[in-house]
């Protein structure tokens, strides 16, 4: 079946870096998404990675392994505005995103 | 406006009720999709729309009716909706069937059904 497995939450400290886990298991591989969800908000787009290999992007970062079904989002220098939910999903096929639960991230000063 | 608009932000409406939701994109996409997002679930896709035409319907209860009379607008027509639908319901819009094009979401409307 189709699966994506993130933590549920994390806590981390102002300044310091966390790195978010999921694996995936789908029938289909077209990339993979991270999306950042502040409370009662929309998602809004982070990264996308289709090749493995890391990408950077100021603070943050994201990493992906096809043959482990693994990626990680790596946030540095955290801000107390980087609390929110970071969502994984992966493309499977044209449309359709996979979609994991999401890691509610805690950011302590 | 700009990015996508969704109403209204807040709903609450009982089982017998008759409402719609509206999702519009400024974006110039030409897919459209409804997500339903509960809490500590991942977000479920309902319906995908492109170039107005539904691609995508992932067994969604017939309660729930989108109508995409153009490429700019989404509507979810409800109709004797259960608790169980009570949500936040997300329209998001993307750039054609393009791989690497993400989706944009709007703000949602947090539905509540008594």
């Known amino acids: 079946g189709q699966n994506i497995d993130q933590p549920t939450e994390m806590t981390a400290t102002e300044g310091a870096i966390v790195q978010i886990n999921c694996t995936y298991q789908?029938?289909?591989?077209?990339?993979l998404f991270w999306y950042q969800q502040h409370a009662g908000e929309a998602p809004t787009f982070l990264s996308y990675n289709v090749l493995d290999g890391l990408e950077e992007k100021g603070r943050f970062s994201s990493f992906l392994s096809r043959s482990k079904g693994y990626s990680y989002l790596l946030l540095k220098e955290l801000q107390m505005k980087d609390s929110a939910s970071y969502l994984c999903a992966v493309r499977d096929g044209d449309y359709q995103l996979i979609w994991g639960a999401g890691t509610k991230l805690i950011i302590k000063p | 406006e700009t990015g996508v608009t969704q109403t209204p932000r807040h709903l609450v409406m009982g089982m017998t009720n008759k409402k719609s939701l509206k999702c519009e994109q400024h974006l110039g996409h030409n897919a459209m999709y409804w997500y339903k997002q509960s809490a500590k679930k991942p977000l479920e896709l309902m319906f995908v729309?492109?170039?107005?035409?539904?691609?995508e319907n992932n067994s969604v209860p017939s309660r729930f009716s989108p109508e995409c009379p153009n490429s700019s607008h989404l509507f979810l027509h409800l109709h004797t909706l259960q608790p169980e639908d009570s949500a936040l319901y997300l329209c998001a819009s993307s750039q054609e069937r393009g791989v690497a094009h993400e989706q944009f979401f709007g703000p949602g409307t947090r539905l509540t059904v008594l």
């Open positions: 729309y492109n170039f107005k035409e539904q691609t």
């Open positions: 789908t029938s289909g591989f077209n990339g």
